[in-house]
């Protein structure tokens, strides 16, 4: 894996890293198009809690988001989860077979 390969797993992993995360990825993933409203309203923790989810995942770039105010649309990254996808796959696929460590 080359180093921007492995920079971007990073990324990606840390912002994978937190339940409420997982959480707004899987309720985005289940709605027929990209999601306006307040996620306030579907997840079980504060505005500014979310604020902060949504932006590490923006700054990841798993999620995009569009302000039409009030509201803002928030939608899945395309692109950017199948490259996710791909390096998590990648990295995952690695044999550890000549690991000789014993616990």
């Known amino acids: 894996m080359q180093e921007k390969e492995v920079q971007q797993l990073a990324r990606f992993a ?16 289940r709605q027929n198009s990209c999601f306006t409203g307040d996620l306030v309203d579907v997840l ?16 990841a770039g798993l999620i995009s988001g569009e302000v039409n105010p009030p509201k803002v ?5 395309q692109e950017n989860w199948e490259i996710a ?19």
Do not use: M, W
């Open 14 to 29: 840390k912002a994978l890293g937190h339940p409420i995360r997982i959480a707004i990825l899987q309720y985005l993933n």
């Open 44 to 59: 079980p923790v504060a505005q500014s809690t979310v604020s902060q989810h949504l932006k590490e995942l923006k700054d």
């Open 73 to 77: 649309k928030y939608c899945i990254h």
């Open 85 to 103: 996808k791909a390096l998590f796959c990648n990295f995952l696929d690695i044999h550890f077979d000549n690991n000789t460590c014993s616990v």
